[in-house]
């Protein structure tokens, strides 16, 4: 069976990873209200169904990318429910055929393990150059629903404060 703990709102007592860290200090810097939920690693599509009905919304996709030189990337938020068709996201965004980045990349660049990624890793100065992309559907939630930089706890923000406060000044292509 799945575990997923009940929501709550303070940062977790010990942190896992120095992103996890940096994202519940920018909440309360901020003043970001949160809800967040401990789980097991959630990986699967179907854990993710167990988080969503546990902490009300919709856990999304992130998805880490980059050109064939491996000089440019990119981070596409989306929903579960969407395939990824380069072809689409490629076109959308009028830029050559994307494939999907190597661990070493996400670690290095985002500060996260396969199973982890999460926009919320815009804040790290290495991921300043990386281009963030989201599914226009996404954008016009109202709840914004993530890993918050570790596969064992997931947060939900307003989707508002994650565009106004959390990646103020960052640009992100709506697709």
Not at 71 to 78: I, K, P
Not at 91 to 112: K, M, Q
Not at 133 to 160: H, Q, Y
């Amino acid at each position: 069976m799945f575990k997923v703990g009940d929501p709550v709102s303070t940062p977790p007592a010990q942190y896992s990873t120095e992103l996890q860290q940096k994202v519940y200090e920018t909440f309360a810097g901020l003043g970001i209200a949160f809800e967040r939920v401990d789980t097991d690693p959630g990986l699967t599509m179907e854990d993710c169904q167990h988080i969503d009905a546990k902490i009300g919304v919709r856990i999304v996709k992130t998805i880490f990318l980059c050109n064939r030189q491996q000089t440019e990337f990119y981070l596409y938020v989306t929903t579960d429910d969407k395939p990824f068709v380069t072809r689409e996201f490629c076109g959308a965004l009028g830029i050559p055929r994307v494939s999907f980045a190597s661990a070493d990349h996400l670690r290095a660049l985002t500060g996260v393990e396969v199973g982890a990624t999460t926009i919320l890793s815009a804040i790290l100065p290495s991921a300043a150059a990386i281009h963030l992309v989201m599914d226009r559907n996404v954008a016009e939630s109202e709840w914004f629903a993530c890993t918050d930089g570790t596969p064992t706890c997931f947060v939900k923000i307003l989707t508002r404060d994650l565009f106004e406060h959390y990646l103020a000044g960052r640009e992100v292509d709506l697709i």
